[in-house]
């Protein structure tokens, strides 16, 4: 009897900033990578869009790089038997289904030019009932603001829809289609995590509700969308038609939120993960049934891996500037020349020297939804040094955290226990040791961080009996575990956070002023 041949994964990454494809064993390492950036298009403040075509191209590019490099490593291309995706949320894409022709770029998650069409749409009858619906409060994150700008601003768009050939979608569906052949196979679908942001599924039923789309007043017979399929499938999402890979299965998909939560192995309720990238987004397991937050988070859909396991739910929490923060010393102040400097800088001082830095650059995200505050450094007196400015810059993303996880206890009637951390800002020891004092839990940081990649990857490979069940993968990704334990009283722990709340009460109205 021969061993039994090792299998690999693959993971697409369709990120805001770049697009990535890794390829995974059984263990969950990754063994190759390819990364491209590509072009970020902001023709005006506000407005933020991605070409859709090279989105696909920046994708295709990644898995033929990424396979070279298996193949160097002495790999076989066929040990790779299914490809996962994970994708940049609610970023809208329309395009002709007659001709698979994209009519608009991609307008990004972070976009806020329709603005003023959702503080109309606040005003409509009924739009204190659609949190209920869907999980979401109306602002201008979710897809649906965006379609409909496009559907009222973009004659290409307004015609496809009155001639009924528009199709919508958001990344993973853009993708799935084009990857697929576009109108060749025409694979026109997308999974419940994505879903979940566009404003137009019902979040108990996971099917889109017909009372949502009435509201956005949008004629279902004109308008094309994906089908709702599991995150983990072996059928729905077809297979690659282009790349080395060409004839390899997409078994998997999942928003990247959603996939970061799934690969810090955040399969049970009461399991929680934050992601500290550019912003912070902070995923906690609430179980079978979805928890309406009423205290500023979102409630999502955290995974729906199909056969006889039902879908599972997360509370959501957003925070707006995290890394960025970060960044911003560097970039603006010129305080050190790199982001990963900020921990030294931060050494120089034995704590924050009094100063407080609420990093609202664009109002202030979860759980305080403050629009009107900007960034304000409280309490810098003649002994303040740059240290003391970065301490409080790392501390002020711990802090939201920590009002974030006060506000999903009070939803969840449930205290984590301890907190699964990835994304750049938790490479800085001192940040991660600072979050652990302020949540009075322990922070887990794994070895290997690419667990939003991990999370596409697993998804797929449930679907192709790489991994037979969610117990087989507890094991995976659990080597090299850094832990960080409070050090600090909880009365400590308390009375920073009060002051921090002060802070944020202080901050208040500033863009208002003048
Ligand atoms: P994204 O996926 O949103 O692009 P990443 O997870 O790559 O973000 O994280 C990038 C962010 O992390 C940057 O904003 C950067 O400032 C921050 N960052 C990177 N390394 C460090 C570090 N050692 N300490 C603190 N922040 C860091």
């Known amino acids: 009897m021969g061993s039994v041949p090792e299998v690999f994964i ?4 369709q990120g805001t900033t770049s697009s990535r494809f890794l390829i995974f064993n059984k263990q ?4 190759a990578s390819h990364q491209l950036e590509f072009k970020q298009i902001y023709p005006q403040p506000g407005w933020h869009e991605h070409d859709p075509e090279e989105i696909v191209s920046s994708v295709e590019q990644c898995i033929d790089g990424a396979v070279k490099q298996f193949e160097t490593q002495g790999h076989n291309i066929n040990t790779i038997k299914a490809v996962g995706i994970t994708n940049q949320r609610e970023t809208t894409v329309v395009w002709n289904k007659e001709t698979g022709e994209a ?4 307008i990004v998650w972070t976009d806020t030019r329709h603005q003023g069409l959702v503080r109309k749409l606040k005003q409509r009858l009924g739009a204190d009932k659609l949190t209920d619906i869907c999980g979401l409060p109306l602002s201008t994150y979710p897809s649906v603001g965006k379609l409909l700008w496009l559907i009222e601003n973009v004659d290409k768009v307004k ?9 919508f979608g958001t990344i993973d569906t853009w ?4 990857l697929n052949g576009g109108t060749k196979r025409n694979v026109f679908v997308s999974d419940p995590s994505n879903a979940s942001r566009t404003m137009f599924m019902n979040i108990s039923t996971l099917k889109y509700d017909e009372s949502l789309i009435d509201f956005f007043r949008i004629d279902r017979t004109k308008i094309a969308f994906p089908k709702i399929v599991h995150s983990s499938d072996s059928s729905a999402y077809g297979s690659l038609s282009s790349t080395v890979l060409k004839g390899v299965p997409i078994t998997g998909c999942l928003g990247d939120q959603s996939a970061a939560l799934v ?5 049970t309720p009461g399991l929680g993960k934050n ?4 912003g912070s987004f902070i995923l906690y397991n609430v179980g079978e049934k979805p928890v309406i937050s009423t205290h500023g988070l979102l409630t999502t859909v955290a995974f729906d891996f199909g056969g006889n396991s039902k879908p599972m739910y997360a509370l959501e929490g957003s925070i707006a500037v995290a890394g960025s923060s970060v960044k911003f010393l560097v970039d603006n102040f010129g305080f050190i020349e790199s982001s990963s400097k900020i921990s030294s800088l931060a050494e120089t001082v034995e704590d924050n020297g009094g100063v407080t830095f609420v990093t609202a650059f664009s109002g202030l995200f979860a759980p305080y939804w403050i629009d009107d505050a900007r960034g304000t450094i409280f309490g810098i007196t003649a002994y303040t040094q740059r240290g003391h400015i970065a301490r409080a810059t790392l501390e002020a993303t711990c802090f939201q955290t920590k009002a974030i996880l006060v506000a999903m206890e009070k939803d969840s009637g449930h205290k984590l226990t301890e907190l699964a951390v990835d994304g750049g800002m938790c490479n800085s020891d001192l940040t991660m040791q600072t979050q652990s004092d302020l949540i009075s839990i322990p922070v887990k940081r794994p070895a290997m961080r690419e667990t939003t990649a991990l999370g596409a990857a697993i998804a797929a ?4 009996g790489v991994w037979e069940s969610i117990d087989e993968l507890k094991v995976v990704n659990t080597e090299g575990v850094t832990t960080f334990k409070p050090a600090i009283s909880k009365e400590e722990s308390s009375s920073r956070f009060a002051r921090w709340e002060k802070a944020v009460e202080m901050s208040k109205g500033w863009a208002h002023f003048g």
């Open 10 to 13: 693959g993971s697409i990454d």
């Open 28 to 31: 969950g390492e990754p063994v």
């Open 103 to 106: 009519l608009y770029n991609a």
């Open 159 to 167: 015609q496809a829809y009155e001639k009924g050939v528009l199709a």
């Open 175 to 178: 993708l799935v289609y084009k």
């Open 263 to 267: 690969g810090q192995k955040g399969f």
């Open 275 to 278: 992601t500290y990238g550019t």
């Open 461 to 464: 490979g449930l679907a192709v």
